[in-house]
């Protein structure tokens, strides 16, 4: 962390407090049914995701990698969902550890308009302990978790969870 300026160093150590991620991992990660507490997150179009624009949404996280070419389809998939869903209570994130501006080329390269984060572990370590990619997450409008699904999904098992999305006002799936 030393390369890191000590005014980032503090916001990072203040997102990891307000996760309960401060000097330890979580005591399990996440299960259906159990609620997520985001964190803050920078995206890479320079908007900050505070835990207060999660509410009254649903949300599609998708965890991958640039060199995954099965993570390179899945997110294809969820643009198209992505793209279908705007303004319908459906949120698409990508998150990945992978180099900030790498990512902004490959999201540009790939076409892909979703909202995504190059700093996902705090995320990532909240949501799953699981290594695989691409992983998918669902939470719904009241920030419960509603699937977590290991691995590349076809074109029609993404646009299922299109069922998620949340009117306004409304609670559960459609």
């Known amino acids: 962390m030393n390369a890191v ?23 399990r990660a996440l299960q259906r049914g159990d609620r997520l507490v985001p964190p803050p997150l920078p995206l890479l179009d320079g908007r900050r995701l505070r835990p207060q624009d999660w509410a009254g949404q649903a949300w599609v996280l998708s965890f991958f990698t640039l060199d995954c070419p099965y993570c390179q389809r899945h997110n294809a998939r969820l643009d198209t969902l992505s793209r279908r869903m705007a303004g319908q209570g459906l949120q698409v994130l990508g998150v990945t550890q992978d180099q900030p501006e790498a990512v902004r080329e490959h999201l540009q390269r790939h076409g892909l308009g979703f909202a995504a ?49 949340q009117p306004s006002g409304a609670s559960g799936p459609l």
């Open 5 to 27: 300026p000590a005014r980032r160093r503090l916001g990072l150590l203040l997102a990891l407090a307000a996760t309960g991620l401060a000097g330890a991992a979580p005591a």
């Open 117 to 165: 984060t190059a700093q996902g572990a705090t995320l990532r370590a909240l949501v799953t302990a699981r290594r695989i990619v691409p992983f998918t997450a669902v939470i719904d409008g009241q920030g419960v978790v509603r699937e977590l699904i290991p691995g590349e999904m076809s074109d029609d098992d993404v646009q299922g969870l299109a069922r998620w999305a």
